[in-house]
């Protein structure tokens, strides 16, 4: 007769079964592991990005109107004529304003700023007795001093991307401390400021900077460098889960932001000049890119693609380039404004070529006197940072 043995008699487990618990119990704690780090990689829950896109339409406009600190000599060789920067730079506030669009004055924003906070800017700037300037004279000096002959390129001293506006970092010692004042801009009207540039090597001027939908695209090369662009990743102040680096080879200070000549005009359609569009890898024109992805509500960036071509991308997602003449592009012809989808603004030097084109394509198109606001080396795109879009 078989005996029943009690349940605490039962005789123990063998090696096997023990060995089968080990093997499970580190599987669930590598899960576990695996699970925390998934988490500490998400995007916080607050964190929506909207789409953002320079085709979209321009509201909000950001500008500076040249003034004093223009007066004299710039470069070796260039002497502007204040006065009719003066009025061309009006006309096209003008202009933008016709078309719907507010547009912000950094020397009225600095007017209303505290005396407080122009102080502390001017402080940084000289070590100059500022204690019995009035706002006015305290505002002029920290123009003049040195000169801020660029602040009226307000493209320059931040970008704005789908997490906010983002200070950068100037690459040249005389336009240095432009980002603060545009920072006190933003800061009077209420805007976000959503991460500053902070490495000691790095460079980020907001001309390198082109919003397009989902992705970004940003330029590497004369003032914007890399070690500003993994500061922006690790940063998540993107915010686009895809980032293109379009890689400047030709280092011409002509062309010395990605928009001197790269453009973008609708969802559909950009420019680039004939001579970039034409060239193969190798050659300095020749535009290489690589691109940085993300998982949707993910953190972390991955380097999808190294040395790539601008030119191929653009084309397998059947987007249209327009080519531009080498005239055009001598006459600033791709640094202009796109205010609404195939509706831009652009200086009035382009030739009948480039009209041609447009019209062509079913572009409209503003023609603005511009003759002496480019004798700085930029134009209408340079000229604006534009601090809201909508679809």
Sequence with gaps: MKIHTPSHKRKPMSLRWWAWCFVYCILLAGCSTDNE??????????????????YMYATTILMHTPGNENQ?????????????????HLAFIHALQKNGIEVHEVIDLLRNAPMSRLQTIAKSISSEDISQMDKELLIRHILDTPPMKG?????????????????????????????????????????????????????????????????????EGLRTNRAAIEELLQA????????????????????????????????????????????QAGESNHVA????????????????????????FLQDRHIQIIPLSDED????????????????????????????KME????????????????GNGCA??????????P
Excluded: W
């Excluded at 959503?194 to 695209?217: K, R, V």
């Excluded at 890119?289 to 191929?312: C, E, F, H």
């Excluded at 795109?381 to 909508?390: D, E, P, S, Y």
């Design 151 to 219: 602040l009226y390129f307000t493209r320059d001293q931040s970008i704005t991307t789908p997490r906010g506006h983002v200070m950068g970092k100037m690459r040249l010692v005389h336009r240095k401390h432009e980002p603060a004042l545009i920072a006190l801009c933003y800061e009077q009207l209420g805007e976000k400021i959503a991460y500053t540039i902070e490495g000691n090597n790095a460079y980020l001027e907001g001309g390198d900077y082109l919003p397009f939908g989902t992705l970004s695209f940003i330029g």
């Design 72 to 88: 004299g000599s710039y470069g070796l060789h260039k002497q502007f004529d204040v006065e009719g920067m003066k009025e061309e």
């Design 381 to 390: 795109h340079c000229m604006t940072q534009v601090l809201l879009r909508q």
């Design 289 to 312: 890119i690589d691109i940085y992805t993300r998982a949707p509500g993910r953190l972390k960036y991955k380097q999808t693609t190294t040395n790539g071509s601008l030119v191929k």
């Design 37 to 54: 780090q998934d988490e500490a990689d998400f995007v916080a829950a607050d964190a929506t990005y909207t789409h953002l896109a320079e």
């Design 360 to 375: 062509h394509y079913k572009v409209k198109v503003e023609y603005i006197k511009l003759n002496e606001l480019t004798e």
């Design 236 to 279: 998540d102040a993107i915010g686009h889960d895809t980032l293109v680096v379009v890689k400047d080879a030709l280092f011409n200070t002509s062309q010395m932001h990605l928009d001197t000549y790269f453009n973008i005009i609708d969802s559909n359609l950009v420019t680039l000049p004939s001579t970039r569009m034409n060239a």
């Design 329 to 356: 592009e001598q006459h600033f012809g791709s640094n202009y404004l796109c205010i609404a989808p195939r509706h831009i603004m652009v200086t009035d030097g382009v030739s009948e070529d480039f009209k041609k």
